[in-house]
């Protein structure tokens, strides 16, 4: 197909920055963990049993991706804007039911990422049983890092950490993750036939908290990279 067989040009095809690469990483679908670390799962008052429970997940748009460096508008319709903090998983072979002894085979590599949320929203969604998507699939809110190619490699340690103006607000280890990096793969792609482009945030630590414009966010996560975001004003 050519652009003359659309009704007007299509969208780019949504990508990431690959470390040390000059090609870029095409991005298919953008995946989240909810409630993956103990402290933050408590903080946002439903703690976990891990014995009892499996991982959740909810999806966003490719097109609320945001490249780390970037100065995103404070968004509309909310008044509670939330930083949280992610390691994010790459995924570069397909697959469908991975067994989690297999699950490395799948992993292209990683990435610091921020689920940015209109908490205020998320959280009346949750009280009413409504859909996550006003408060989270929000424009420019999945922000990520280049891509730092790992084929193979499972992280199962490594610091986590955000600073809001030069503030540490979220600090903790990849190792205290509810669900590891395995156990994600294995139980989402009971549910999706994961392909080369799927992006996972393995959800955030504890300590999220409110931005407002003119903040300045900084995350980092050992043997992975950085990552920065500034909030600008509303939009109009
Ligand atoms: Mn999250």
């Known amino acids: 197909?050519?652009?003359?067989?659309?009704?007007?040009?299509?969208?780019?095809?949504?990508?990431?920055?690959?470390?040390?690469?000059?090609?870029?990483?095409?991005?298919?679908?953008?995946?989240?963990?909810?409630?993956?670390?103990?402290?933050?799962?408590?903080?946002?008052?439903?703690?976990?049993?891990?014995?009892?429970?499996?991982?959740?997940?909810?999806?966003?748009?490719?097109?609320?991706l945001t490249p780390s460096g970037s100065t995103t508008p404070y968004p509309s319709e909310t008044k509670n804007y939330h930083f949280e903090m992610e390691l994010v998983v790459a995924i570069g072979r397909a697959g469908f039911r991975i067994p989690a002894e297999r699950a490395h085979e799948h992993i292209y590599g990683y990435a610091c990422g921020l689920d940015m949320t209109r908490r205020d929203l998320q959280l009346l969604a949750?009280?009413?049983g409504r859909p996550w998507d006003l408060g989270k699939d929000?424009?420019?809110?999945?922000?990520?890092?280049?891509?730092?190619?790992?084929?193979?490699?499972v992280l199962d340690a490594g610091t986590v950490e955000l600073s809001v103006n030069g503030q540490v607000r979220?600090?903790?280890?990849?190792?205290?993750?509810?669900?590891?990096?395995?156990?994600?793969i294995?139980?989402?792609?009971?549910?999706?036939?994961?392909?080369?482009?799927?992006?996972?945030?393995?959800?955030t630590p504890e300590g999220v908290g409110p931005v407002v414009t003119g903040d300045r966010l900084h995350g980092r996560i050992e043997g992975v990279g950085e990552i920065a975001l500034t909030v600008g004003p509303a939009a109009d």
């Open 126 to 128: 949750r009280e009413k």
């Open 186 to 203: 294995a139980d989402l792609s009971l549910f999706y036939r994961l392909q080369p482009g799927d992006l996972i945030y393995t959800g």
């Open 170 to 184: 979220q600090h903790s280890d990849i190792g205290k993750l509810i669900w590891n990096i395995r156990e994600i």
């Open 1 to 64: 197909m050519t652009q003359a067989d659309y009704l007007w040009a299509p969208a780019p095809v949504p990508s990431v920055a690959v470390r040390a690469s000059a090609q870029r990483l095409p991005v298919q679908r953008l995946f989240f963990v909810g409630r993956n670390y103990h402290a933050h799962a408590a903080e946002m008052g439903k703690p976990v049993d891990k014995s009892v429970e499996r991982p959740f997940y909810f999806t966003k748009s490719p097109l609320t």
């Open 138 to 153: 929000v424009e420019h809110s999945s922000v990520c890092g280049e891509i730092v190619p790992m084929p193979g490699k």
